[in-house]
């Protein structure tokens, strides 16, 4: 069934070997966060079979690499959306309105937190606290931060995302 | 591009809000502060090439440091200098020197701040931390999500190393010092200092028994100090002491009595202008409140939690009576946390409020210590219960009863965090809880 090959990229590949020269020769198991997030940024998701060939690169056997991944949460262990929607709904968003905007953005998008619409450009998800507190309501796209959010606002971004 | 425009944004609103100097958050009419040209030319790394002149002893900035009475920003308050003096500089193994850059605390969001705005003040805290300490190499443990403050520590670690402050001879003073900044991946767990050191080692986040103390044994085993980045970037400031060069007194006398400095503390929540504040330590908090513009839409204040979701609740008649630093804000009940200022007006649900704070520490929980991985769950389900109508007036003993059980009894002090919110809120809001459970009996009935 899985006879596709998976692989990394050259692009990726020396992005780990630049994690990994961060840390003592001995103790490459440190970049396996790094890793892992590097292979998710090119696939999109960490299927299993992409934890292990993570695993082998840095030399850990897949149980460590399965471990990471599962314990962390902004690695994906399902496919997701090509834009991953994040919106904090900790103390201080929730003080400032966050229920609003994840409402809109329910509405708008028509899928529920965890679901990615049917184009599989989003996906909604709830997120613990940014550290984005004095720009609340707040969520992350992606690598991005958007703050002082507003259901205007919300549009505007989402129009960008294509 | 944009990125650039907006970091000078911040530095606007920071417009009215620094009170005495300057030591994490850069003078907002400085331009472009995250530079390394900017920053030399506010002083910046003339401490560093003091320290490494070899004409300080080591002990003389330790000494400075025990004297400025800078505490540890990162919420235990313990002092810095106290900390850097458990050390082994003497002994040659390798040692390290380590940032804790995974603010995550609900209501903390000035670490992103200072990486954002001024990244050589950490970087410069770090490489005399190294020099102090005897480490020759440094980390700065960064939460996932700070993809854009990661970048501009790439970015200001790349300027200082081209410039000699890091790497081989620092300052050709024969002194090696290398700084790495490393991306988490998403747990609130990883700030536990402990769990940050598995998480740096590439293993699962969860913490260590302490003893043995990371000064023995730390980062892959070896002598490793961690500090908050706020602990760090106020370092420098502190020793240049306004061109008192190392006088101690300089940064302790802009606090009060054990409470050294100023300091950050982010206010958030239903005020009219949030945002981090650099304040003088023991200013009221009636006055930080106006500096914030005051309660929003007119009205009044209901509670305030002081220092980030872990530290127990303020009713309005606590807070208004209380100083911003650590002993009034004991006194007064509660803590100075992490300095994250969550402000609440009267319409605030408490109910609502302590169901997301339970929801929050059930996720994060490491899942290691039973009473702790059971507990949280226990603590997020009685309340939600309560808040969708289906409470019982037993169910308050319950959490209490569940609260108590969990503090204490945990590796780390999560399980503590977690148990802190319930009985302060059930201490000073108890009332509206019964209120809640009463009418949706009544309305059930």
Redesign the interface.
Known sequence: MESEQISLSEASMSEIDRELA???PD????????A??IAQDEHGWLRPELIEHVADI?R?PAI?AH??AS?????DLEPVGRHKIEVC????C???GCDKIVAHLKDVLGVDINQTTEDGRFTLKE??????????PAM?VG???YEELTAEKVDRILEGLQ | MSRQRDRSLIAE?FGTVRQAASVCLPDPSVKTPWKLETYRAGGGYTALEKVLSGQIPHADIIETLKLSNLRGRGGAGFPVGVKWSFMPRSSDVQKYVVCNSD???????K??DIMRLNPHALIEGMAIGGYVMGATIG?NYI??????PYDVMEEAVREAREAGFLGKNVCRSGFDFDL?N???????ICGEETALLN???????EPRFKPPFPAAYGL?GKPTTINNTESYASVPAILRADGNWLDGQWFRGLGVENSGGVKIF?????VNR???YEIRMGTPFRDLLDMAGGVWKGRRLKAV?PGG?SVPVMPAESILKANMDYDSLQQHGSAVGAG?V???DET?DMV??LE??AL?YY??S?GQCTPCREGTGWLYRIIRRINSGRGSMEDLDTLLDVANRIEGRTICALGDAAAWPVQSFLRHFRHEFEDKIAMDRANAA
């Open positions: 961060k840390y003592p103790r490459r198991q440190s970049a396996l966060l790094a892992l997030r840095i850990v460590r471990e990471v314990f962390y949460s902004m690695y709904t900790n103390i201080s929730m003080l400032r997120v613990e606290c940014l550290a984005a507190c004095a720009g609340a992350q690598h991005d931060y | 609103r603010e995550g605390e609900p209501g903390t969001c670490d992103r980390y939460r996932g999500e700070f993809r854009e790495h490393c991306l988490g991946a998403g747990a609130y998480s740096l080692e590439g293993k699962k986040g892959y982010s206010v958030t929540g239903h949030p945002g981090n939690i979701s994250s969550i402000v609440m605030t609502g409020i997301r704070i929050f996720e994060e490491c």
